[in-house]
């Protein structure tokens, strides 16, 4: 019963749940990012780049062959599909990449310089306690 209950404390520590938040809000930031780039920042390119498509460009190792005879009978040769190297979703993949990269980068850089913010600021000078006054008010009569 013990490492259920042991279970139940790690499963509902704040560490934990912080950690589920940032996976949902990942998974949410990286359709974002890719909406940014196959509808914002690949048409451009494309359009500057002669109208190319990079989501289409490969190298077709294989191509495909279509099917032999009519479905169900004796002769059927099924269809084989298409061996390519998909280069151009690279490309996609490799921007979005960049992309995710900058914006932690950017995140992380201002987390910091918040950090060192506060840390550059003084501390508080906190204030003597009234029965150390008192001490000191005695001692500082004793010496007269």
């Known amino acids: 019963m013990s490492v259920f209950k042991e279970f139940r404390e790690f499963a509902l ?3 934990v749940v ?3 938040v940032g996976v949902i809000i990942g998974a949410a930031f ?9 509808d914002i920042v690949m048409p451009p390119i494309g359009l500057l780049l002669a109208g190319i ?5 490969k190298l077709v190792l294989k191509a495909a062959t279509p099917a032999i005879g009519a479905e169900g009978a004796e002769g059927f040769v099924a269809a084989s599909p298409e061996v390519a190297i998909n280069y151009g979703k690279f490309i996609n993949a490799t921007i979005k990449f960049i992309i995710v990269a900058w914006v932690l980068f950017m995140v992380i850089k201002g987390m910091n310089a918040m950090k060192r ?3 550059a600021k003084p501390a508080p000078v906190a204030e003597t306690p009234a029965d150390i006054k008192l001490l000191t008010e005695i001692r500082d009569l004793l010496k007269k």
Do not use: C, Y
Request: overall charge negative.
């Open 53 to 57: 498509d990079f989501s289409t460009l």
């Open 13 to 15: 520590k704040g560490n």
């Open 30 to 38: 990286g359709t974002i990012v890719s909406s940014l780039v196959d």
């Open 18 to 20: 912080d950690l589920a």
């Open 117 to 119: 913010k506060e840390e």
